[in-house]
T-cell receptor, first 116, second 111 residues
């Protein structure tokens, strides 16, 4: 079945460091890909998404490019801040097979801590 | 526009007690979901609904029941709580774009 694999955390960085969180997927259809962020004590919120190959999603300085050839959707940010400390989740939705349930397949999450 | 709200925010139960978690959304979304989040296990889908009056099982449905009598509300029930149901519960909703919108969560402890 479809699946998402994220790099394990926790990831600890100093402020202004470069961030990469790896995400790879397996899917038999044509998935949309998502990154969600969960700040401490809160629910998840959409960070960015991409709906087709070579699309780049971006938001709040974060970027991720939908790479069909490597089945990847790695999250990057050039200069992290303390306020970026959160858990990041990669997810996919296979629109071709979603039928009428619109479910997302989730990675396990990667915890990021940014130190001042 | 409140988005997705969850009631209550915190709850402590004793083993064997019952309770209902309420999820409400004001975005007119057809699809709604209940997840549980446990350390190291990510999000696991409990039950979901594709429209008013419908429900379906997710990955971990045992010990839970749900109802979707109104489009804007999705209720999660625990008939006889067990310590293994100690978790953080999230409700989410979506429309045709597949982007899911989450509530703030309910932190449940079963003693």
């Amino acid at each position: 079945g479809d699946s998402v694999t994220q790099m394990e955390g926790p990831v600890t960085l100093s402020e202004e460091a470069f961030l990469t969180i790896n995400c790879t997927y397996t899917a038999t259809g044509y998935p949309s890909l998502f990154w969600y962020v969960q700040y401490p004590g809160e629910g998840l919120q959409l960070l960015l998404k991409a709906t087709k190959a070579d699309d780049k999603g971006s938001n709040k300085g974060f970027e991720a490019t939908y790479r069909k050839e490597t089945t990847s959707f790695h999250l990057e940010k050039g200069s992290v801040q303390v306020s970026d400390s959160a858990v990041y989740f990669c997810a996919l939705s296979d629109q071709a097979r979603a039928g009428n349930n619109r479910k997302l397949i989730w990675g396990l999450g990667t915890s990021l801590a940014v130190n001042p | 526009n409140a988005g997705v709200t969850q009631t209550p925010k915190f709850r402590v139960l004793k083993t064997g007690q019952s309770m209902t978690l309420l999820c409400a959304q004001d975005m007119n979304h057809e699809y709604m979901y209940w997840y549980r989040q446990d350390p190291g296990m990510g999000l696991r889908l409990i039950h979901y609904s594709v429209g008013e009056g419908t429900t379906a099982k997710g990955e971990v449905p045992d010990g839970y029941n749900v109802s979707r009598l109104k489009k804007q509300n999705f209720l999660l029930g625990l008939e006889s709580a067990a310590p293994s149901q100690t978790s953080v519960y999230f409700c989410a909703s979506t429309t045709m774009t597949d982007t899911q919108y989450f509530g703030p969560g309910t932190r449940l402890t079963v003693l």
